[in-house]
């Protein structure tokens, strides 16, 4: 069958009306999906809380940036070899790999004794971690049945939200107790157990006859890519964030340059083609989820125009991810394919208007009312993203009936998701530095500027609907 377009069998499954009641007897495969994103979001944002207390206890306080951004670039480098890993072992073994992996580097970083070998164990878990965040969306398609899959990505989304919260009160409630290392050892306790859980509930999935190579020349450049991102977000001053950035987008080009004319690639085919609808999906997935960059900001902007502590400046920044997670619970509920993909052009139009709201409301000096109203701006933001997200998933996850290829495609959702936000985090950061030394201004100005990626976000979806008609 060919990989080009959905069939409009794969398509209209997709789009059947189904109850959350339905999932019950694929809760245990659930469990497993949702479990790998939810260490993977842990991990995170497990450090910033933990951090200051392990570079007391073995130094290194000059990678204090690089312990996040080595977990990060390494994640986008394991994600691009999901189809591979489930092409050669299967969902059972390509997970239990994936949870050994993550384990293993997680119990290297607790008993490390210095930075350089953190850092190692942390490089270790990404690899793990960014194949789990693949694995969780290319296996949604063998695991649920096609009716179910907005379910699934709406419960799979849903635990970036939570590991938002969990990780920084994780990491510092170890830390509290001077008992930083056992945060690793918790998380890895809790691999062991979905690794154990991954061969009993997930479907039995074989290995492919034919297993496409890795594609090294698409591997190199997109990890270089993520690579000048994550220095783009780290170094200070205007021209390094600059140059870097600008790295980055040539290495991003190369890379699609690349892909177009490639015998394997990390991406499916359909993506480089003219009349594909799946090139505007996943830009639709990247300038939509590019929003939660604000939570790299928002507890900065919160501590510095109203004083508020780092615990309650924390929570008004997962904000946006919370009102994701609700939102998206909610928005499987549209049971029709003509409110579905209402819903993928709705949703950015929301999450561009809580943005702007959010940007009216920075002022200096500012006050404690204005907390509640910054926060009610960043749920409906972020509601913007759960009612479009999970239906831009179905959408990936249903532009081939070849399994190979949808599972690439699948993965990519992340993949995408992870580069536009790291590429937004590390242009706020510009912005920071621009309107110093007025926070409110640098809050306007990011708040704004990814309304604008929003609108934009709205304008490929609207693109991929009528490619998709």
Same mark, same amino acid.
């Given at each position: ?260 004319r490639a015998p394997t690639t990390v991406l499916p085919k359909p993506t480089y083609d003219g009349g594909s ?50 939102? =998206? ?90 580069i536009s936000q790291s590429m937004v985090v590390a242009i706020g950061g510009v912005l920071v530095s621009v ?21 934009? =976000? ?12």
């Open positions: 069958m060919g990989t080009d377009q959905p069939s409009t069998t794969t398509t209209s499954r997709a789009a059947e009306t189904s109850s959350w009641t339905d999932m019950r007897p694929y809760a245990g495969a659930t469990v497993v999906l949702a479990g790998g994103i939810l260490l993977t979001a842990i991990n995170i944002y497990l450090t910033t809380s933990l951090l200051p207390s392990a570079v007391a206890d073995i130094g290194g306080r000059s990678y204090y940036a690089w312990v996040t951004t080595a977990y990060m670039i390494a994640s986008v480098v394991s994600a691009m070899l999901v189809s591979q890993a489930l092409g050669r072992y299967g969902a059972r073994r390509a997970y239990v790999i994936a949870f050994g992996t993550f384990v293993a580097g997680s119990l290297l970083a607790a008993v490390t004794p210095a930075m350089g070998v953190l850092l190692v164990g942390r490089v270790i878990q990404g690899l793990g971690g960014g194949v789990l965040s693949g694995l969780a969306f290319a296996t949604i398609r063998t695991a649920l049945p096609a009716r179910l899959w907005a379910q699934g990505t709406a419960v799979v989304s849903a635990m970036f939200a939570i590991g938002t919260l969990v990780g920084p009160a994780l990491g510092g409630a170890f830390a509290q107790f001077g008992s930083w290392r056992l945060a690793f050892g918790s998380v890895a306790l809790l691999g062991v157990v979905l690794g154990a859980l991954a061969p009993r509930v997930l479907p039995a999935t074989g290995e492919v006859d034919h297993v496409e190579s890795v594609p090294y020349p698409s591997l190199a450049l997109l990890s270089a890519a993520a690579a000048a991102i994550s220095i783009g977000s780290i170094v200070s001053g205007v021209v390094p964030v600059a140059a870097a950035l600008g790295c980055a987008a040539i290495l991003l080009l190369g890379f699609v340059a690349w892909e177009r609808a799946l090139r505007w999906v996943y830009l639709s997935i990247g300038l939509t989820t590019a929003a939660v960059a604000t939570e790299a900001f928002t507890p900065l902007f919160g501590q510095r125009l109203i004083g508020l502590g780092p615990l309650v400046a924390g929570f008004l920044g997962a904000t946006i991810s919370g009102g994701w997670s609700l939102a =998206g619970l909610g928005s499987v509920r549209a049971g029709t394919r003509r409110a579905q993909r209402r819903l993928r052009i709705v949703g950015p139009a929301v999450l561009a208007g809580g943005l702007l709201v959010a940007a009216a409301l920075q002022t200096e000096p500012s006050n404690g009312w204005l907390v509640l109203g910054w926060a009610i701006a960043l749920v409906i933001a972020g509601s913007g993203i759960g009612l479009a997200f999970p239906h831009m998933s179905v959408a990936a996850m249903s532009s081939s009936d070849d399994e190979q290829q949808a599972a690439k495609a699948a993965a990519g959702v992340p993949m995408v998701g992870l309107t110093s030394p007025s926070v409110a201004d640098a809050a306007r100005s990011i708040f704004s500027a990814i309304a604008l990626l929003a609108l934009l =976000g709205l304008l490929c979806s609207a693109r991929a609907l009528r490619a998709e008609s």
